[in-house]
């Protein structure tokens, strides 16, 4: 007997919290989806079991008509295959869904303002947020504007007449100008997905068992600042709100995206920080044309090859990190994809270690017993020593310098160094050549394996554990599964010998919690001492994230066991609830 499959409908309902005048007409633009995984987002996404109503999304939003056309079942669909076409429906949604203004490049070259100001001026500055930037707001949200006016205006124009007019063509271009146009290519979000990565962060600021709170709290529990969510789970869950969480994003770009999306949803501060200064000041006009230069930051990472030196200080303490790290590992394996035409900043997409590279060679090399490669391995050990010392204080020591120390090599060597430096203004020609350099070695080396996401995040991992008690989660988006395996057994490999060994550190963060950790509008740590014993991974989460059909994977670690979790959590509620009850007398 065959049993019939019958698929029963669900009414499924989509419920807004914010009150502004821009919610009433969400609704308008959705529908049901029925060909994809949005109904698996996260619960309190907004884009769950939904998806865009381009038609209806178009009609306010004109300049979207440019992507849309009618597939060979005559409905309405939009264009993805261009960045531009991306940036055209990813601003719409963020202004229609989340009320943020958002910009890039693409159109109308607000950043040109930026142009007065000499980089030097800007790249001493440890936050980029001079005050010579903040007098051109005016000026800024002025050209925003008229860049929204110029989109607008956009609707009546044949799609390709438009397309040939925006696009910047590069055939009669010298190199100079090829070179400056490289440079403003930067990557435009999918925003549903991102927004998933903020939710899963805010689970786990969530406080489940608040029987453990104090009850003179519980009146605070419809507070601005603390809102409680119905969820499909068995027990209500209240997140963390706030800008005394401070969330540190690796890689900001020039989008800035998850920073507006964490202070819009959950009102969390943020501090951005790349190794680009062309994606920071595109970065800082989102901030400014949000009015949010109070609430996000910018930091300028002079040293390409670190992650956290430079950037976070030892009186700091973020509940988060967070990152989108760069997928590619050489130029070559960008734009595979032959449905989409990636135009990105190289630094967004591309991660090259080019030092693991001479390691490896090393290792490799120093399995001969001639002396000659014992005196290129003692050499080269000692221009690429590995910075993981025995604690963070020698770290800090050995890395003062961001360029590495040449002594002792020879003229041949110091000459290839300049070159790879020289060649650093023009990335392209960069990691081409660099990746041509490995190519001809491919017989001693991988080149895959000095680079990419999984390295990436595997150098992010490694470095974290000497910022273990600044950063209460640390946390990267992955792109692939096999790297999710890859970096979760990465991940066990410390956590069973803190199993083992890890009664100092317990001892040591109960120390900071009890007693280093102060107020000053943000929470901060004081006379943390030196550590002198191994630190472990205590524990970890792995979110799946989806998005269309597009399945991502979220994995968050912490040095903090649950309980001194549940305790910093602790500290967070009471300091939100004391500083309402300020604003209530």
Known sequence: MIKKKIKRKRNLKTSFKNNSNYDKEKNNFLVREQTNNSNLMHERNIHKNNFINFEELSKKYTFLNIFLYKNKRGKISYDFEKSMAI????????KQYYDINFYLPYVHKIDSLFDKLSSDQIIEQIFINPKEINNFKQLILDAYNEHNNTLLNLKNINKQ??????????????????REN??????????????NYIHFLADLTSLRNLDKFSKENEHFENSEKIKMYESTRKNNSKILYGNIIKVLDIGVGANCIYPLLGNRIYEWAFIGVDINMECLKISHINIL?????KDIKLKYQKDRNKIFLNVVNDTDLFFFSMCNPPFYSILEEVNRNPFRILEANIDE??????????KEKDNLMSNNNTDEHNLQDNTRNDIFSNYFCLNKKEYLNNNKESKCVIENINENEIQNINERENKCFNKNIYFNDTAKRCEETQNIVNCKNAGGEYNFILKMINESNYY???IIWFSTLVSKFKNVKLIKNEI????????????????FLNEIINNNIHFDNFFY?????TVEFPIYISQYRIFKSYSGKIIRWIICWSYYNEQQIDNLKKLFYDKISKMKTKIAC
Do not use: H, W
Not at 289 to 293: G, L, R, Y
Not at 525 to 529: E, F, G, S, T
């Open 87 to 94: 940036y055209f429906l990813s601003k719409a949604i963020l």
């Open 161 to 178: 007449n438009i397309l040939n007019e925006l696009n910047i063509n590069l055939t009669n271009q010298n190199e100079n100008t090829q």
């Open 182 to 195: 490289d440079k403003r290519n930067f990557l435009c979000p999918c925003i549903p997905g991102r927004v």
């Open 289 to 293: 044309v949000n009015n949010k230069e």
């Open 349 to 358: 997409v591309v991660y090259f270690d080019e030092e693991n590279i001479y």
């Open 468 to 470: 273990f008690y600044n």
């Open 492 to 507: 066990i490999k410390s956590m069973r010998l803190y199993n083992i060994y890890s009664k100092n550190q317990v001892s």
């Open 525 to 529: 740590l004081q006379n943390i001492k």
